[in-house]
Nanobody
């Protein structure tokens, strides 16, 4: 079992920036690919970005490409999602997830964080 603890997020105006973090306290998660997903009210959970175990490969949804950046620090057992140029449509609960491969499908991830609200006002 891998416990993922999220932090960060909050409220920001359109065009602003936020960062969300996801940590695995007491665990070495370098053996896991990590992903970020989001779910807006009344919508399905959607893929945002994923990063490979070593951090060398990243995959972004078209909707966030060029605005969001995923990174990981395996020494700190933490993955980060830097969100810039935020838009109101980015408003959602953001979830980190750990799995074997950095893929789009949420079903491929085994462990999930508790979720973090990100709200972008217009």
């Amino acid at each position: 079992q891998v416990l993922l603890v999220q932090s960060g997020g909050g409220l920001v105006q359109a065009g602003g920036s936020l960062r969300v973090s996801c940590a695995a306290p007491g665990r070495t998660f370098s053996g896991y690919a990590m992903g970020w997903f989001r779910q807006a009210p009344g919508k399905e959970r959607e893929f945002v970005v994923a990063i490979s175990r070593g951090g060398w490969r990243t995959y972004y949804a078209d909707s966030v490409k060029g605005r969001f950046t995923i990174s990981r620090d395996n020494a700190k057992n933490t993955v980060y999602l830097q969100m810039d140029s935020l838009k109101p449509e980015d408003t959602a609960v953001y979830y980190c997830a750990a799995g074997v491969n950095p893929v789009v499908a949420a079903s491929a991830y085994d462990y999930w964080g508790q979720g973090t609200q990100v709200t972008v006002s217009s």
